[in-house]
Structures are given as C-alpha cells and as structure tokens.
C-alpha cells in the first residue's frame, strides 16, 4: 500500500496522471444489471438508460437506483410499426432497490396507467394496471418523466425535529408531465419529489410506502424545467441537518430554440418536503449573450453549507463555459454569486445538426449534452459528521472530439481553492459521462464513467463500442492519489441503443456513484444486450445526408433485442484498507 501511494505521489508530482492497471478487488457484486424488470424485447419496453444511485447512510447496506424506464411503453408494432412514441400519460420514472449492498436488486411493481400490453397490431390503448415506475402520478394528474435524482436523509418526527433515530426517509426527484387529460400545473415539464420512510415495503411493491408527488418548480406558460439533482443535509452535526435542496434549469421556452433565459433555480425544504422555497442562484442568460447555467449538482459538508456546481459562463460575451460553484452558510436561505472553480472548457464531439445535439462516437450517435457539467461529492462524516474531512471532488469530461478526457479536481478549503486538473481516464478511452463519489470519512475516492473505445466515425456501417469504468484512489494528507481499475464492464455496441424517434442512439445524459466508508457504487449506461440493426443504421445514415432509405419497423426488420439498453451497476469493497 505504501509503495502504490509512493509510485501516486511521484506521479503527481510529475503532472501526469497514472492509471495503475486493475487489480483484484473484494466487492460486493462488480458487475449487475439494476434494471432487473427490463425485459429484452420489445423496444421500446427493453430501454433504460440515465441512472442514479444513492446510499442510505445511516443503512449502508440499503442502496436505492433510478433510470429513465419504459418498460410500460406500448411496443413500436402497436399501430404504425414505423414509429415508437412516449406513450400518452405513461410515466417512465423506474425505482430499484438493494437490501445486500449492492449485491442484488429488485424492481418492484406498482399500478398505475400502463401501456405495457400494447404489443400490436392494433393502436395501443393504455389503461390502468402494472407499472414499474414511480406511483401515484397517474392519480394526481401527472406524469413521472424521468431525470431520476435520489437522496436519503432522516425522517422528521411529529414536531418536525429530524434525527436517525426516527428512521431514513428517501427523497426521488424526477421531471414531472401534466397527465393528458387533467393538466395540473402551466407549462410543460415540472419537478416533482416522492418520498418514502419504508423502502422495505416500497419494494415489496406497496405503493401506499409512498407519499403523493409533491410538485417544487414554479412554473409559467413556457415553463420547460429540466436536469433536477437532490441532496438532503445527512451529517447530524450540521447545524441544517435534514435541510433537503433541489437543483434544476428553467427553462422558459419549452426548450425549444432560444430557449432562454434559463436561471439555475434551487428549492429548499426544511420539513421533510412537505413544503419548499424557492431561490434563482444565477441570472437569467440570454443566448446571444451567455450561455445558460445548467448541468447542476448539490451537496452539503458537515458544517451546514450548502454548495452548487453548475457548467455555464458566468459574463456576457464569454462564450466559453466554466465549471463554476454558489455557497449557502444559512440551510440555503441566501446564496452566494457564483464563483468559476476551473475553466474554460471545450465540450468534445462534433455537433450534429439533424438531433440538434453534440455527438462523441459518430454521426447519429448519442448525445452529450451535459458531459462536461461537474459532478461533486463532498466527505461530510454522514451519518454523524463527527470524522469529516469535507474534502469536495470533482469529475466531468471535456476536451476535444480525438481526446473527450475524465477529468478530476478536488478542493480542501471549502471551495476556496482547488487542485490541478488531471486527466484519469485509463489509456484508450474516450470519456463520455463521469461521476465521482468521496467515502464519508475522506479516505477512498471512486469515479465511474462511460467511455467510447472506438473513434468517432463518420458513417453508421462501423461498429462503435461502448462500456462502463470504475476507478479508486486512496487519499493521504497530500490529496487523492493515482487512480486504479477496479472494473471494466462488457463492451456494447450504442448503434444498438436508439432515441424514440430513430434517428439516433441515446444514452441520457448521466452516471452516478455512490459511497460508505467500506465500500463504493457506481451505476452506468450499458450497451453489452442491445443488437445493431442495419436498418435503422441505413435509416439514421440517410437522415445525416446518406442515401436514400425507407424508415424501418423495428419489430420486422431489426434483430429482437434492438434497443435493449439497460443500466449495470457494481460496488467495490475498500481495495487498501
């Protein structure tokens, strides 16, 4: 252990960053499919992807996921077999869970409105039945969208006052749509929060374990809120403990076109979600003149600040976006101006004008919107507080379309400074999307990320390859060390994946980790079960400017298992105790 941490240290000092091969590593389950439920066929019943994943601190064994779910979508043969839609009122907003640390997962079933029988011929008509996401969204009038966001934090008792001892209660924030024919609130995408205080039974299936959404975002007309992150305060020294805040963009043109202005907006709660306030932390940009924020992660140290990243440009004129930070030192009462932490930055990939989206793996490939926004963890002792090192790390891809690199940074002084960047990815992959996540005690630091190991191609005839990575470093008193393998997934090929549309690959926009003090999760996007389908690759090829091809339907004239992405995840004990 001290010669690896001897060999980081030289490294650093180098400034280069060393990728010390895998090495055999205790772990709970390296390598399983959290989306348990998701059958292999139909598309686009088979399609999962934008994972989340959060640890019950004071139940470290109790692990809580969420993706973008469709396994209650109608079949692409029901109706026009050509097409696939987001069926009408259904919710994709899927929930799983682990009692064993990670080691297996279940993905409970609940009732609620379900288009998971319309296989086809006939048009689909969905009805009430067998969900596999989210409930009482149908009840309310809305519709569980997706952009799953997951903390733990404690329960409040009778009179408000929070404490482990009153039990855990789970926090899931998604994107939220009026149901067709009962709109709820203006505009056209909201934030909502569930919450249970029992996920033993919520597992179980038992949608009565949860509590009726809970809509936070304040919406117009032209509302579009999009890109939600949750963090409920878990340290129980902190003088906000039980404080949740909600991170979001909105905004205010149904993200279409300009549009902007797009403010960061943050809701807080301090009564378990019961109620929140509202709080704009950065202005309101103009696309001619600023680039929006968005992107944004939350979390809280062990003294109470609340801190938010976001990437976005923080002047009129600058073009070229930063990773920048805002601070509350009162439970997210005011805010801080925001402050650029490491920048400028360049987003890798090539911008591909027929998804309206920047690509890393080729032409109709998956977009990466969002993956040079920062993704944070901070070491706040939870659940007591009492060892924090409140260390922050920092992880986001950037660079350039050859070399899209992982990058990390950490702070030690609350924000105040932060360390030289350095690359990390392992040696022939292109990063797409990262995440890192801290032990509560400030010892072992994990990244996961997605990455492309074939060049980005201009054609959609070659094969592309796909997987997921999972790295540890220890950290000593001179900051986090090298980085090593503890996992890489099975290859896939994203060809396999696809937007509803057709038209392209998709992926989502995150990964997410996790951490204990004895172990480290991490969840990934997952290509290994999905089949190629030359039709639709002559059919998205067409649609760049190829020739001419007819659109396919999927069920005929794609391999069974086309579109059958899913979500992988593992957890890795400690790999130098």
């Known amino acids: 252990m001290w010669r690896r941490r001897f060999v980081a240290l030289a490294a650093l000092a180098l400034g280069t960053a060393l990728i010390i091969p895998a090495t055999t590593v205790s772990a709970f389950n390296a390598d399983t499919k959290v989306t348990v439920g998701s059958p292999t066929t139909p598309f686009s019943q088979n399609k999962q992807n934008e994972p989340a994943v959060a640890i019950d601190a004071n139940h470290p064994n109790i692990l809580v996921a969420g993706a973008n779910e469709e396994i209650d979508m109608e079949a692409c043969n029901a109706g026009d077999p050509t097409t696939c839609p987001f069926t009408p009122g259904v919710g994709s907003s899927g929930v799983y869970f682990s009692f064993d640390s990670g080691d297996t997962w279940t993905q409970p079933t609940y009732t609620g409105w379900t288009a998971r029988g319309c296989t086809g011929p006939a048009a689909c008509s969905p009805t009430v039945g067998p969900i596999g996401t989210l409930p009482w969204y149908y009840e309310n009038g809305l519709v569980s969208d997706g952009d799953p ?20 209660r789970l926090y899931y924030g998604n994107l939220t749509a009026n149901f067709p024919t009962s709109p709820a609130f203006k505009g056209f995408e909201a934030i909502g929060v569930s919450r249970t205080d029992d996920v033993q039974a919520a597992a179980n299936g038992d949608k009565n374990a949860w509590k009726r959404p809970v809509l936070i975002s304040k919406q ?34 149904q993200e279409k076109g300009h549009a902007l202005p797009a403010p960061l907006q943050v809701a807080v709660s301090r009564d378990g979600g019961d109620t929140w306030t509202l709080h704009q932390i950065s202005a309101a940009a103009d696309n001619s003149q600023r680039n929006p924020m968005d992107g944004c992660t939350i979390r809280t140290d062990s003294h109470g600040n609340a801190y938010v990243f976001g990437v976005g440009t923080l002047s009129s004129g600058q073009h070229q976006p930063v ?6 030192s009162n439970g997210g009462a005011n805010w801080g101006s925001p402050v650029a932490v490491t920048g400028p930055l360049s987003r890798a990939g090539e911008f591909d004008a027929e998804q309206g989206s920047f690509v890393e793996d080729g032409i109709a ?131 396999g994946s696809s937007a509803n549309a057709l038209d392209s690959e998709f992926l989502g926009d995150y990964v997410y980790a996790a951490a204990t003090r004895t172990y480290g999760a991490a969840v990934w996007n997952d290509a290994r079960n999905a089949a190629d389908c030359p039709a639709i690759d002559a059919w998205r090829a067409f649609l760049e400017g190829g020739t001419s091809a007819t659109r396919p339907a999927p069920a005929s004239d794609c391999p069974a298992n086309f579109g059958n992405s899913d979500i992988y995840g593992g957890t890795y004990a400690d790999p130098t105790p």
């Open 149 to 168: 966001a997951m903390t733990f934090g404690p329960k409040p008792d009778a009179n408000g006052h929070f404490a482990w001892a009153n039990g855990s």
């Open 220 to 253: 117009s007309s032209a509302t579009f809120s999009d890109k939600d992150q949750v963090w409920a305060d878990n340290a129980a020294r902190s003088p906000f403990f039980g404080n949740v805040y909600v991170c979001y963009a909105a905004f205010r043109g």
């Open 323 to 328: 990773e920048f930070m805002t601070k509350s």
């Open 365 to 495: 490939g998956a977009r990466n919107d969002i993956a040079f926004a920062p993704s944070v963890d901070i070491a706040n002792g939870a659940p007591t507080g009492t060892d924090a090192t409140n260390r922050i790390v920092m992880s986001y891809v950037a660079g350039t379309t050859a070399s899209p690199h992982v990058e990390f940074t950490e702070s030690a002084s609350g924000g105040r400074s932060w360390s030289a960047v350095r690359h990390i990815e392992t040696a022939g992959d292109n990063g797409f999307y990262s995440a890192p996540a801290i032990s509560p005690s400030g010892t072992d630091v994990y990244v996961v990320y997605n990455a492309f190991t074939t060049p980005f191609r201009d054609n959609t005839t070659d094969p592309r390859s796909l997987l997921g990575v999972v790295l540890h470093a220890d950290v000593g008193s001179g900051g986090t060390g090298a980085f090593s393998s503890l996992h890489r997934g099975t290859p896939g090929d994203p060809r």
